[in-house]
């Protein structure tokens, strides 16, 4: 089974609806992120929480909100979703303390039409 | 304001031969680096990192080298492989207490068998 799962894979929504992408792990780590990738933009980080009770802003935060309903899920939301939030969308996870790598999951690629 | 940049979206070489991945950066205040590996339809693996006090690392068939005075890094893979075959991303962590990567637009590395 896959360490870190989200859902759904694929999606695709209509200008001003909400949508949630779900990501939940397996490895224990704390720390979780929300990234999007654009083509010829790379990855940009969206939020990203250290604990349950710890949630930041990331880069492109603005038109997004995020949920850390456990240790192991981290939600993010669009309120009213736009077309150019049409991407690709990865969530991550790394350990707490030394910091090495973030592993991530195999995205979710979101339409907005 | 790309921060790490890839000039190269694509590189092809032949199986056997060596593949060099560059990616520069503008900000003096990264401290690490590391190279991701993305299949499609998968999320980026964690392939091969450098602290900013070393010039080299290497890891079996990879090895990446930094060039702290032209803010410059490479990924060498010797031999290349048909496996090998992926967008690379180049990424990078700010000092002290940062823990998001800001990332390259990646290199799409095709090996010819």
């Known amino acids: 089974d896959a360490d870190v799962t989200q859902t759904p894979r694929n999606r695709i929504t209509k200008t001003g609806k909400r949508i949630m992408l779900e990501c939940s792990q397996t490895?224990?780590?704390?720390?979780m992120y929300w990234y999007r990738q654009d083509p010829g933009l790379g990855l940009r980080l969206i939020y990203y929480?250290?604990?349950?009770?710890?949630?930041n802003k990331g880069e492109i935060s603005d038109g997004y909100s995020v949920s850390r309903q456990a240790q192991a899920k981290f939600s993010l939301s669009l309120e009213s979703a736009i077309p150019n939030q049409t991407a690709l969308y990865f969530c991550?996870?790394?350990?707490?303390?030394?910091?090495?790598?973030?592993?991530f999951g195999p995205g979710t690629r979101l339409t907005v039409t | 304001d790309q921060q790490v940049k890839q000039n190269s979206p694509s590189l092809s070489v032949q199986e056997g031969r060596i593949s060099i991945l560059n990616c520069d950066y503008t900000?003096?205040?990264?401290?690490?680096f590391l190279w991701y590996k993305k299949y499609p339809a998968e999320g980026p693996t964690f392939l091969i990192s450098?602290?900013?006090?070393?010039d080299k690392n290497e890891d079996g068939r990879f090895t990446v080298f930094l060039n702290k005075s032209a803010k410059h890094l490479s990924l060498h893979i010797v031999p290349s492989q048909p496996g090998d075959s992926a967008v690379y991303f180049c990424?990078?962590?700010?000092?002290?207490?940062?823990?998001?990567?800001?990332f390259g637009t990646g290199t799409r590395l095709t090996v010819i068998p």
């Open positions: 991550a996870t790394s350990e707490a303390g030394i910091w090495r790598e973030q592993y």
């Open positions: 990424a990078a962590r700010k000092t002290a207490g940062a823990n998001n990567l800001f």
């Open positions: 490895k224990g780590h704390d720390r």
């Open positions: 900000n003096s205040m990264f401290d690490y």
């Open positions: 450098i602290s900013s006090i070393k």
């Open positions: 929480s250290f604990d349950v009770k710890d949630i």
